[in-house]
């Protein structure tokens, strides 16, 4: 393995075209952490089928592209940076295996995120599958399998880092120093909400702007978003501190923050305007974004050679440690 300080490990569900929540939450930490550190990005397909089953299936081999060219055009680089697909690395769902040996179910059904996802889903902790009982196990594998001390990720990540934590720890304990404990490494805005101005924000939720959207869908898009429910008419002042098209606005139209605040606290900018500024804005900053993901989607087979010589390269590592995790549970090496 390399000597480098610092190994990075991230991944993203491939559950189609990303969204602003996923680019300010999360990838432009994998963008900025590639000057610093061996950076390992993975599309996470198992984790895919946490929540997709039966036809939606047939969706995760186009999603795949589809957000590999989002993470190139945001500038993941593929030539300083390892890119592949989870499933292309089985080395992966052995160490998985390993760990739910060493992991307690209490640990795994308190997450908080599990509570969630099980009322998401309208299931039953009873009824949810066994995958989803154990997608943090998975996390952890998919992390450790690289030795990555460091693993940027938005705010919602949190509590499956903590659980990654304590499985290392148990690891180690039980079998001598082996793996360093992972630790989130967060953007300044960690978690960024919905359109609602509720939830965070989330393709599940449908309360997402896609990055690679139109500026017309984008548009379209924020128009429906929710600001100050006590404005009801035009003439009423808004209050930008519970708006979240205002607090998008300090990410999109920083330099009109003061202007905004102040039309908006005496009623001189009306929902409808301040929301179409506030469009305008991202389909600006989100310009030479777009720009790239088209000169990247013309680029024939650019993406699988990609994923093929990054599976490639990270299986070589991920040998490496499922041996060492083996020889030290007791498991023999396969000799065939
Ligand atoms: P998963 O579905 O596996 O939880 P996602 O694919 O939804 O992960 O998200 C990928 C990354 O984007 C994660 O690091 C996640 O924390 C981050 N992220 C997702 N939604 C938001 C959000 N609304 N605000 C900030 N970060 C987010």
Redesign the pocket.
Known sequence: MDTVKHSVF????P?GRL?L??Y????QNWVALQDEFRCIYCA?DV?ALTDMQGEATREIQPNIREMVLDWLAAGVDPERSLVFVQSQVPEVMVLHTLLSMVTPLGWLMRVPTFKDKVRQLQETEESVSYGLVGYPVLMTADIILYKADTV??????LPHLELAREIVRRFNHLYGHTFPEPQPRLTE??????LDGKQ????SLDNHIELAATPEETSARVKTAFTDPQRLRRTDPGRPSICNVYALHKLFNPDKLDEVYQQCTSAQLGCVDDKQLLADGINKTLEPFRERRREFVEKSGYVEEVLQEGARRARAIARETLSEVRDKMGISEVTL
């Open positions: 991230s991944g993203m569900r559950s969204h929540g996923n300010i939450g999360a990838l996470v984790h940027p990720v938005g705010e919602d990540q805005y960690p978690l960024i909400l919905g965070k924000m989330s393709k």
